[in-house]
C-alpha cells in the first residue's frame, strides 16, 4: 500500500488553501465573525523556534474548531519587526536593519506557511512598513493632543547593554529583560504615556463587577449569549497586572525638620508616606532617598561635603533595585515626630525609593524588616513603644489619608535607531509641536551609522536632513524629535491594524479611523492567546491604549482581549532550551522528515497546552505512527458508503469522542483530544467490519484541527477528488475545513450504569453500581443488601430521601 507522502500533500494543499482563500474571511458580509489571534510575534534572525510553532500550533487549532462551528474565522500573522532584538542581530552581523528585515521576514513566513496553519495571508502586515507606522505615530500624535503624552526630564533606567532607555516594565530583578546587563539610572529628558491616569481604570477592568465588557458585549451579536464575569484571564495574569499596578490606600505624615544648616529661620518639613501610620510611636529616624535629598540641595540646603557626596554618588547612575547591603548617611538634620515631638535624625539612604510615595519613609526598627537592618548598621534605637490602631495613629499625627500606585508612567522614547521616529518638532520659539496629520508617516531614514551612541542621543541625530525642518506653527527652522518610540506601542495596536491593512490602508486620517464598520463588526478579539510572561508589557500596554481608544472616541470596547489564555513552555530532554546549551530545536528538519501534521500533533501532545512539556525525539516516532494507522484505515477496502453492521458499542464510543474532543478543544486540552482520537483508532481497527464511511468522515473530521494536510488529503481522496489534482475549481472543491464539526447524540453517551451514593444520617456508607434509571423500591433494595450499608438499619429506618441516579439516604 502507498504510504501518505506528506511532502507532496502538505505543498499542494497549502497551495490550494490559498489560492482558494479557505482562511480568508468575507470581511463585510460575515456573519458570525470570530477574532482567533496569536500574540505578536516578533521575527528572531535565526528563524522560529520549535517553541514559537508550539504556540502558532495552539491557536490554529482552536481556531479550526470554530471554523467548522459555523463561524467566519479570522486569523492574521504578522511581525513585529521593529526594536532592539532585531537591530542588536543586524549590528552583530553587521548588516543594515532593514536589510536584515527582509531576510528575516522571508524566512519566518516561510516557516510559517510549512506549518499549515490557517492564517489570513491577505492581511499580513509588518511593524516596519510605513503605512503600519504612519498609525504608530498618529497615536502618539492623539496622546499627546489629550495631555496624555509628555516630555519630562528625570532618573530613567539606562540599559548599558542595549545603550538605551528601558520603561520599569523592562526591568526584571535589576536587569534588562532583553540583555541581561545591569540596569543603571540616568537623569534624561524622555517622553512618557501616562498610563497612570488609567490605574483605576486598568484595575476595574479585571474585577467582574466593574467591567464595563457587559456593555460591549451586548452591543455585539455573536457575544451575546457570554455572560459578563469581566475579563476571562487566569487569575494567575490578573494578580500580576494588580501587584503591577499596585494600588494601596495609606497615609501621608508630616514631620517638622530642624537644624537645617543655613536655614534656621524658615520653617520646613517632610511628608512621609506609610501603609503602618499604627507604628508611629516607634519611629526613631526617617529615610529620604538621594532623589528627594538632591532636591533639597537645588533648593538652597547647605548638606555637609561628605553628604553631598553620598548623594551624588548615589543618586546618579546606580543600580536600580535597592541595594542589598544599606548604605546611608547621616544628613545632619532631625525630624520632628508628630505625636510625642521627639527629634529624631533624617538619613539619606539607597534603601528608600524615589519612586514610591513621597521619597521619604519614617523608620520602625521594631516593626518593620528593613527599618531594622539599617537601624542595627548604624547604631540606631529600636523603641519598643506599643501599636496604635490604624484610625488612631492618622488622626494623632495630623496624617491623611493618600492612594498610591506602583506603576510608573510609561517611558516611551528609545535612543537607537530601528523603530517608529517619534513625531514630534521642537521649535525654539514655540516649543513642542506635533507633525501635521497630512505629513504622516515620519518615515525612518536609511542611514549608515546606525550603531547607538550610547548618550542621549539617537543615530538620527547625525542625519540633518532628518532633523532639520521647519516648525508646524510659526514656519521658523526647527529641529525634528531623534528618538524613536518604544516597540511596545506597535504591538499595543496591532489587532486594528490587521483589520486597517484589509482596507488596503486607505482610511483617511481623521478623528476616528478605527470607529468604522469593519471594527466594530470583529473586536474586541475574541479568543487572545499568547505568554504569561507579557502580563505586565504587552497585555498591560494594549489595555491602556484601548481605554484611551475608547474615551478619545476611537472604538466601542475597553478591553481589547476579553479573553486571554497563556500557552506553557517547552523544555528539550528535560532542560531549558537555550543557544548556550545547543538544545534549540529547529522545526525544519522534523517538518521535513515527518511532516507538519506529525510536528503539530506531537506538540500538542506532549503534555497541557497551558503548562509545556518535554519536547523528545522519540516522541515523533509514536505520533508518526498513530497518523500511518490513519492512513492504512482510511484506505481500507471495507469501508463504503454502504450500510455497515451497526456496532451499538463502537457508535456509543464514537459519540463518546466527539463530546470529548470538542470539550477538550474548546479548553485548550489538547493532549487529552489526541489521546481520545487514539483510543478511537484502536476502537475501528478492532472493529474494521462496523465502520461505514459516515464513521470514517466523522473521524477525518476530528482529526482535522490536529492534522490539517492528511484529514483534507482523505476527505478529498474518499471523494474521488484528489488523485491527479492540480488546480481544483472552486465551484466543485469544498475544504473539510468549511464542513460541519460533528455533534454526538446524547442518547449514545448516556452512561448504562451510575454509582450511587448510599448515605446514612447524610454520611456516605457505600458506593454501588446500578443500571440508570432504576426507581426508590430497586435502589433501597440493592442498599439495604449491602453489608457496609445493613448494620446501620438494624433498629429501623425513620426517613428516606431519594434522587434519581444520584443518591439514597436513610434517617435512621
Not at 496622546?143 to 496624555?148: A, F, M, R
Not at 509628555?150 to 534588562?176: F, H, I, M, S
Not at 532617598?289 to 543618586?315: M, R, T
Not at 525642518?469 to 526647527?478: G, L, N
Request: charged share 25%.
Amino acid at each position: 500500500m502507498k504510504k501518505f507522502d506528506h511532502k507532496k500533500a502538505e505543498k499542494k494543499w497549502q497551495e490550494i488553501w490559498q489560492k482558494e482563500s479557505i482562511y480568508e474571511p468575507d470581511f463585510k458580509k460575515a456573519k458570525n465573525p470570530f477574532y482567533n489571534l496569536m500574540m505578536f510575534p516578533y521575527p528572531s534572525a535565526e528563524g522560529l523556534h520549535v517553541g514559537n510553532m508550539y504556540a502558532f500550533t495552539g491557536s490554529d487549532i482552536y481556531g479550526r474548531l470554530k471554523r467548522m462551528q459555523g463561524y467566519d474565522v479570522f486569523e492574521p500573522i504578522g511581525l513585529d519587526g521593529f526594536g532592539i532584538h532585531s537591530e542588536n542581530y543586524a549590528l552583530k552581523i553587521r548588516k543594515h536593519p532593514a536589510d536584515q528585515a527582509k531576510v528575516s521576514e522571508k524566512n519566518f513566513y516561510r516557516q510559517l506557511a510549512a506549518l499549515g496553519n490557517g492564517f489570513a495571508w491577505n492581511e499580513r502586515l509588518e511593524t516596519y512598513d510605513p503605512e503600519y507606522y504612519k498609525w504608530t505615530q498618529w497615536i502618539f500624535i492623539q496622546l499627546y493632543k489629550k495631555g496624555l503624552c509628555y516630555r519630562k526630564k528625570a532618573a530613567v533606567n539606562w540599559c548599558p547593554g542595549c545603550l538605551t532607555v528601558l520603561a520599569d516594565e523592562q526591568v526584571v530583578g535589576g536587569e534588562c529583560e532583553r540583555c541581561g546587563a545591569k540596569v543603571v539610572k540616568k537623569e534624561l529628558e524622555q517622553w512618557f504615556f501616562k498610563i497612570t491616569a488609567y490605574a483605576d481604570k486598568l484595575l476595574d477592568g479585571l474585577d467582574p463587577v466593574r467591567s464595563s465588557l457587559a456593555e460591549v458585549r451586548r452591543t455585539r451579536d455573536k457575544v451575546a449569549s457570554e455572560t459578563s464575569n469581566g475579563i476571562d484571564w487566569s487569575e494567575k495574569v490578573k494578580i500580576a497586572q494588580r501587584n503591577w499596578i499596585g494600588k494601596s490606600e495609606d497615609a501621608s505624615i508630616r514631620f517638622s525638620l530642624v537644624d537645617v544648616p543655613g536655614q534656621a529661620d524658615k520653617k520646613h518639613y517632610v511628608e512621609v508616606f506609610t501603609t503602618r501610620p499604627d507604628t508611629i510611636f516607634g519611629a526613631t529616624f526617617v529615610a529620604v532617598s538621594p532623589e528627594l535629598a538632591k532636591f533639597w540641595l537645588d533648593i538652597g540646603w547647605q548638606a555637609p561635603a561628605d553628604v553631598k557626596k553620598y548623594i551624588f554618588n548615589h543618586q546618579a547612575e546606580k543600580p536600580i533595585e535597592a541595594a542589598k547591603e544599606k548604605t546611608g548617611v547621616f544628613s545632619g538634620i532631625s525630624a520632628v515626630n508628630p505625636v510625642n515631638n521627639q527629634k529624631i535624625p533624617v538619613w539619606v539612604s539607597d534603601y528608600v525609593l524615589a519612586g514610591y510615595g513621597t521619597g521619604a519613609v519614617m523608620g520602625v526598627p521594631a516593626h518593620d524588616e528593613r527599618d531594622l537592618e539599617f537601624a542595627q548598621k548604624f547604631k540606631l534605637p529600636v523603641s519598643d513603644a506599643p501599636l496604635v490602631s490604624v484610625e488612631e495613629g492618622i488622626k494623632k499625627s495630623g496624617g491623611k489619608k493618600t492612594v498610591q500606585f506602583r506603576l510608573r508612567d510609561w517611558l516611551i522614547s528609545r535612543q537607537r535607531y530601528w523603530g517608529a521616529p517619534i513625531p514630534m518638532i521642537h521649535c525654539t520659539d514655540c516649543g513642542w509641536q506635533p507633525v501635521p496629520e497630512k505629513d504622516l508617516p515620519v518615515k525612518l531614514p536609511h542611514i549608515k551609522n546606525f550603531r547607538p551612541t550610547g548618550t542621549d542621543q539617537s543615530p538620527l541625530a547625525s542625519d540633518e536632513k532628518f532633523y532639520k525642518v521647519k516648525c508646524p506653527k510659526c514656519k521658523s527652522w526647527a529641529r525634528r524629535e531623534t528618538d524613536v518610540s518604544d516597540t511596545f506601542l506597535d504591538s499595543a495596536w496591532y489587532y486594528l491594524g490587521y483589520l486597517l491593512k484589509f482596507e488596503n490602508w486607505k482610511l483617511k486620517i481623521g478623528n476616528s479611523p478605527f470607529s468604522n464598520d469593519i471594527v466594530r463588526k470583529w473586536c474586541p478579539v475574541d479568543m487572545y492567546i499568547g505568554g504569561a510572561e507579557h502580563s505586565v508589557l504587552h497585555l498591560l500596554y494594549v489595555r491602556f491604549l484601548a481605554m484611551v481608544f475608547k474615551d478619545l472616541g476611537l472604538t466601542h470596547f475597553e478591553e481589547p482581549f476579553p479573553k486571554f489564555r497563556a500557552h506553557g513552555l517547552l523544555i528539550k530532554d528535560g532542560a531549558k532550551m537555550s543557544k548556550s546549551k545547543g538544545n534549540v530545536v529547529n522545526p525544519d528538519e522534523y517538518v521535513k522528515n515527518y511532516g507538519a501534521d506529525a510536528l503539530r500533533m506531537y506538540l500538542m501532545f506532549i503534555g497541557p497546552f497551558d503548562q509545556g512539556g518535554d519536547f523528545r525525539d522519540s516522541g515523533m516516532k509514536g505520533v508518526t505512527r498513530f497518523l500511518e494507522r490513519v492512513w492504512q484505515l482510511s484506505t481500507k477496502s471495507q469501508i463504503t458508503n454502504h450500510k455497515q453492521i451497526p456496532n451499538y458499542n463502537l457508535q456509543r464510543i464514537l459519540h463518546k469522542t466527539i463530546k470529548k474532543v470538542t470539550e477538550d478543544i474548546e479548553n485548550l486540552s489538547y493532549n487529552t483530544a489526541i489521546s481520545a482520537l487514539m483510543i478511537l483508532l484502536n476502537e475501528f481497527e478492532t472493529n474494521p467490519n462496523f465502520i461505514s464511511r459516515k464513521e470514517l468522515d466523522i473521524f477525518i473530521k476530528l482529526l482535522a484541527p490536529f492534522a490539517p494536510h492528511m484529514a483534507e488529503e482523505i476527505w478529498q481522496q474518499i471523494r474521488g477528488s484528489t488523485r491527479k489534482i492540480t488546480r481544483i475549481n472552486a465551484d466543485k472543491f469544498k475544504s473539510i475545513h468549511l464542513e460541519k464539526w460533528p455533534k454526538f447524540d446524547p442518547e449514545l453517551i448516556k452512561e448504562d450504569k451510575v454509582d450511587f451514593i448510599v448515605q446514612i444520617n447524610a454520611k456516605m456508607r457505600a458506593v454501588i453500581k446500578l443500571p440508570v434509571g432504576l426507581g426508590q423500591k430497586e435502589v433501597e433494595a440493592a442498599a439495604r443488601s449491602d453489608n457496609n450499608v445493613a448494620k446501620y438499619l438494624t433498629a429501623g429506618v425513620k426517613r428516606i430521601i431519594f434522587v434519581k441516579d444520584k443518591f439514597i439516604n436513610f434517617m435512621v
